[in-house]
């Protein structure tokens, strides 16, 4: 027994030596500053695996991240320079006028991307709400880019108008139209009776299959009631200018907001 002791105590001396040799740390964090009360062994092995382990300290990461740019003043400025882009390019655009003969009213709200016109006609309401169409969900994977610029520059020549005729009963024409400068195209037709069942409303036979006579009937229709290609050569321009104005706007909410 004393044999096995003594030699028990030989093979332990090296260990004790070296946890003796090695300093004690307190581990902190960024939050907590309460010290670590940790027996010889597991300090020495936690020390041991710290030596060879490959991922930097806190104190690593911060000195690394004071030596990179300051991307906030980057972004900052990235921002300034598409807002003076933006408002150089505005500045070339036309300015628009109402034209005398225009028959709607217009409300054209701050933030919104599409305007409404509005106005009365031999006793019906008319509404027309119009967007500007984006031009990338036309986009088809198929064209070459030829055929791509060309599809591209005739949708951003155009605008779209929902046209809802409503009559004092309550019986409402909707129309989706393209309106281009030179001409205005109806795609869709559809009657809505607030007396009817939904089943009934939903039905609407494809505008193209209809009988020339009445298509051609139709857009003399929206005509009579201003949507015309004067109308809609105006609320291309209309568009383009509220566009660039409303991006314009975004750029600067979107730096006051970075930048404060």
């Given amino acids: 027994m004393a044999t096995l002791s003594k030699l028990m105590k030989k093979a332990a001396s090296p260990v004790i030596a070296l946890a003796n040799r090695t300093p004690h740390r307190n581990y902190t964090s960024a939050i907590f500053t309460i010290p670590l009360k940790i027996s010889t062994t597991i300090s020495t092995s936690t020390n041991l695996f710290r030596e060879v382990s490959p991922i930097p300290t806190y104190h690593n990461f911060s000195a690394l991240a004071t030596q990179t740019p300051n991307s906030h003043d980057t972004l900052v400025s990235a921002i300034e320079s598409e807002i003076d882009r933006a408002e150089e390019e505005f500045d070339h655009l036309e300015v628009v006028t109402i034209p005398g003969e225009f028959p709607f009213k217009i409300e054209d709200n701050a933030g919104e991307k599409l305007i409404t016109l509005t106005r009365e006609y031999q006793g019906e309401e008319i509404k027309v709400t119009v967007l500007k169409p984006d031009p990338e969900p036309y986009r088809d994977s198929d064209s070459d880019s030829d055929e791509w610029e060309d599809e591209k520059k005739k949708v951003e020549e155009s605008v779209h108008l929902n046209v809802c005729v409503t009559k004092k009963s309550g019986t409402?024409?909707?129309?989706?139209?393209?309106?281009?400068?030179?001409?205005?195209?109806?795609?869709?037709?559809?009657?809505?009776?607030?007396?009817?069942?939904?089943?009934?409303?939903?039905?609407?036979?494809?505008?193209?299959?209809?009988?020339?006579?009445?298509?051609?009937?139709?857009?003399?229709?929206?005509?009579?009631?201003?949507?015309?290609?004067?109308?809609?050569?105006?609320?291309?321009?209309?568009?383009?200018?509220?566009?660039?104005?409303?991006?314009?706007?975004?750029?600067?909410?979107?730096?006051?907001?970075?930048?404060?």
């Fill in 172 to 260: 409402t024409l909707k129309f989706n139209v393209t309106g281009e400068p030179d001409w205005v195209t109806i795609n869709t037709l559809a009657v809505n009776n607030p007396n009817a069942s939904d089943e009934d409303n939903a039905y609407a036979p494809a505008f193209l299959n209809l009988d020339m006579l009445v298509r051609e009937s139709f857009r003399v229709y929206l005509e009579n009631r201003g949507v015309e290609p004067s109308s809609a050569k105006f609320l291309l321009d209309y568009m383009a200018n509220k566009e660039r104005k409303e991006y314009t706007a975004w750029l600067k909410h979107l730096k006051n907001f970075i930048a404060n």
